[in-house]
């Protein structure tokens, strides 16, 4: 699997959109070498909106609702939903999963981030992540089924430990893919075995003799045994080095200069703020005059910490949209924008909570209608939702 070359400019987000063939994407997108788009990094930070993304696409080829591919944008719109209505609930199971939680351990076990599970699906899987910050959504499927269900390792710790080394990390997609995995967001466990893995990924992925080269029936088994904690069990794999996980940075990393919240910038003047999740065009109503800022908060990377991968990508396009940088505490920002005339941003769940009341707020033209009421499933979610 080759990661997607991902230049930080709003201009390789129209060509991905661009490459975008529904029917290739269709037929392929379960292989580790499909045609996928490569959009996510460029939806999570807001380079391009789901909107866009669809009429871009349509522009060259039509489309309907029971596309695959408009269905994947549907999934991503369903988990803003879920998290809209139930905040930090998404980081809770959302209903009980195969086993009590207190059979799975709270900890990522060293062999796993040192991708030495002895499954070479598990193994590539990781280091392929740590060199890229990308995984297909079927990788990802097989790492979070493989941790949860074979290693009896907490959901939400998988969770957390892949978000922080994802470049287009969203929590919720993230979050409640892996609760979709586990059991806990929808009606059984996601299990997957070798075969699967032979069918659909390159042959240094294929994992004979592995824990997973065995049964569904035999997978659905160990998903209910409590005592089964696999540890290496592959001694048909070669031997592999350990791999040195990335660190994880909850400030920018050098050479990324930010500033503190300075109030005495701000006296007076209309303020436009540019924060990771909004990273597409500067409005084109932004007053003249107006100060643009480029931000980031430290409550939030304090508690999702980021890789280097990760923010290079953000902080590469920041400079490019703003002169302006500030990295400080949700309470030092908000007492900088205080002294400010206005205040304008885009709105995004990841920063929302963050910012001080009287900060104008759009969002994007949502593609999706809005659906009222909290939907439990995708596919009740679906039945209400219309292309808008």
């Known amino acids: 699997m080759t990661a997607p070359h991902c230049p930080a400019t709003p201009a390789a987000a129209w060509e991905r959109i661009r490459a975008v063939n529904p029917a290739d994407y269709a037929r392929t997108r379960n292989a580790l070498d499909g045609a996928v788009s490569g959009l996510s ?13 669809f009429e871009g696409v349509a522009q060259q080829h039509p489309l309907n609702p029971q596309d695959k591919f408009v269905f994947e944008l549907g999934w991503r719109a369903y988990f803003r939903h879920v998290w809209q209505h139930r905040g930090d609930g998404i980081f809770t199971a959302l ?34 992540l740590y060199d890229s910050g990308h995984l297909h959504n079927h990788a990802r499927m097989w790492l979070a089924s493989y941790m949860v269900h074979v290693r009896k390792i907490h959901w939400r ?21 892996w609760q979709w995995v586990a059991g806990t967001g929808s009606t059984k466990p996601y299990l997957f075995n070798a ?9 240094p992925w294929h994992s004979p003799g592995s824990v997973i080269d065995t ?35 909850s400030a920018p990393p050098s050479p990324w200069k930010h500033e503190a919240p300075d109030a005495a910038a701000l006296a007076h003047r209309q303020v436009y703020l540019v924060h990771p999740w909004s990273l597409g065009p500067l409005p084109s109503d932004l007053p003249a005059n107006s100060l643009v800022i480029g931000i980031s908060v430290s409550d939030f990377h304090q508690a999702w910490p980021w890789s280097q991968l990760r923010w290079d990508f953000v902080e590469q396009r920041m400079a490019d949209v703003v002169a302006l940088r500030w990295h400080g505490s949700a309470q030092a920002l908000q007492s900088a924008l205080a002294h400010a005339q206005s205040v304008r941003c885009v709105a995004d769940p ?15 033209a949502p593609l999706f209608a809005p659906v009222d009421g909290l939907c439990s499933s995708f596919s009740k979610w679906w039945k209400h939702a219309a292309l808008g």
């Open 215 to 249: 049964s569904y029936e035999r997978l659905a088994q160990i998903s209910l045994d409590p005592n089964h904690r696999a540890t290496t069990t592959s001694p048909a794999a070669p031997h592999r080095p350990a791999t040195t996980e990335p660190n994880l940075w």
């Open 95 to 128: 209903h009980s999963g195969p086993l009590p939680e207190h059979h799975y351990s709270g900890r990522v076990p060293d062999d796993i981030r040192q991708a030495r599970s002895g499954v070479n699906a598990i193994d590539m899987a990781i280091c392929g």
């Open 41 to 53: 990094p460029y939806i999570t930070h807001g380079f391009v909106s789901l909107r866009e993304v």
């Open 350 to 364: 990841h920063m929302d909570r963050y910012l001080p009341p009287g900060v104008v707020s759009p969002s994007a």
């Open 195 to 203: 075969d699967n893995v032979a069918r659909y990924a390159p042959a």
């Open 157 to 177: 710790a998988g969770a957390d430990w892949l978000y922080g080394h994802l470049r287009d990390g969203d929590l919720a997609s993230n979050h409640l893919s």
